[in-house]
């Protein structure tokens, strides 16, 4: 019998991508969200999905649209509002939970909630799957597989011609200036004006200035595997000017949007080793729904290492996942 998978927020940029995906890993997608007449027209465009409208503050529709799945994917931001309701829930009816947020203080929150009881029950909770949050620590780890401590560890993100949706404009300003920091061994927030350096990428970007304690979720999930004082998350001027500008979503064909390209840098440093990794590629949006295909594959195939609230590269084969992951338009290299 075909699994079925929730996806809420089903009529979204991305959850349109990831549903197709989990299509065609054999998975039956089933569309939820409050817009009726545009979750029937996402439905439209999978060629036949099932739909079940859900208002998030109803838990009996909730119920009822995750009645026969065997895990759900939230899609719907603002995170702040949908995470804890849905992800409680996935724990109460024994399923699946993942989510794509890019906000560190609802993953921490939702390890506090739901990490023992999601873990007594085998399940695979896992906020911030995609493109912020599962690539940089799978670099992390598949560059240092072994490493239990690191004295620090940077990632530095370069990204051109990033055009929001109006899912990534509301996630960032359900930030409100807040900043996830993991400094001095534990996760913080902070506040306040950025502050600046130079980071030296690969070509074609070289030196370049970036903007330092960039709100990431890999300050929470990183330091579940690997021990260390300081993860450090890092972002281009050029990019976070390049969003300030950004046309209006609506204004954006899918084409258009996809038109990005990336580079990614990984440091970890341990006494006197520094293992580094760098990753290129175009799509941030596209390129997530791979990686939340691959994890949902691995939680229903019993092929999670731990269970509770955790990570890609916390729960599956880091370096594995990164290679099946990059078979989508990804160059990954490591010294």
Not at 184 to 200: C, L, Y
Not at 298 to 318: N, Q
Request: net charge negative.
């Amino acid at each position: 019998m075909t699994m079925q998978v929730g996806i809420y927020g089903g009529a979204g940029h991305t959850a349109k991508m990831v549903a197709a995906e989990l299509r065609d890993r054999g998975f039956a997608p089933v569309l939820g969200g409050r817009n009726r007449s545009k979750l029937d027209a996402a439905a439209r465009e999978l060629n036949g999905a099932e739909v079940r409208p859900a208002d998030i503050e109803r838990g009996d529709e909730l119920r009822a649209f995750l009645k026969g799945c065997s895990a759900v994917v939230n899609c719907a931001g603002p995170f702040q509002t949908t995470a804890m309701p849905l992800a409680s829930l996935a724990v109460e009816q024994g399923i699946h939970y993942l989510d794509f947020t890019t906000d560190a203080s609802i993953v921490n929150d939702l390890g506090l909630e739901l990490g023992k009881p999601a873990a007594a029950n085998k399940l695979v909770i896992a906020p911030a799957i995609g493109f912020y949050g599962s690539l940089a620590e799978l670099m992390v780890r598949a560059s240092a597989p072994d490493l239990a401590t690191a004295d620090d560890v940077l990632i530095a993100y370069s990204v051109k011609g990033w055009k929001p949706t109006i899912g990534s404009l509301k996630a960032m300003a359900e930030l409100g200036g807040r900043r996830g920091i993991h400094a001095n061994g534990r996760f913080e927030i902070r506040t306040g004006e950025p502050r600046f350096q130079t980071f030296a990428f690969p070509e074609p970007v070289g030196e370049a200035q970036v903007m330092l304690e960039y709100p990431a979720p890999e300050v929470v999930t990183i330091p579940r595997f690997l021990a260390t004082p300081a993860v450090r998350v890092m972002m281009t001027v050029g990019t976070v000017k390049d969003l300030r500008a950004a046309p209006p979503p609506d204004s954006v064909s899918d084409d258009e949007r996809a038109r990005t390209d990336y580079i990614i840098v990984t440091e970890v440093t341990a006494g006197d080793r520094v293992y580094r990794a760098t990753l290129r590629g175009g799509d941030i949006y596209r390129i997530t729904a791979p990686i939340i295909g691959e994890c949902v594959e691995r939680a229903l195939t019993d092929r999670a290492r731990v269970h509770g609230v955790v990570s890609a590269a916390e729960a599956f084969d880091a370096p594995e996942m990164l290679q099946q992951v990059a078979r989508h338009g990804l160059t990954v290299s490591f010294n």
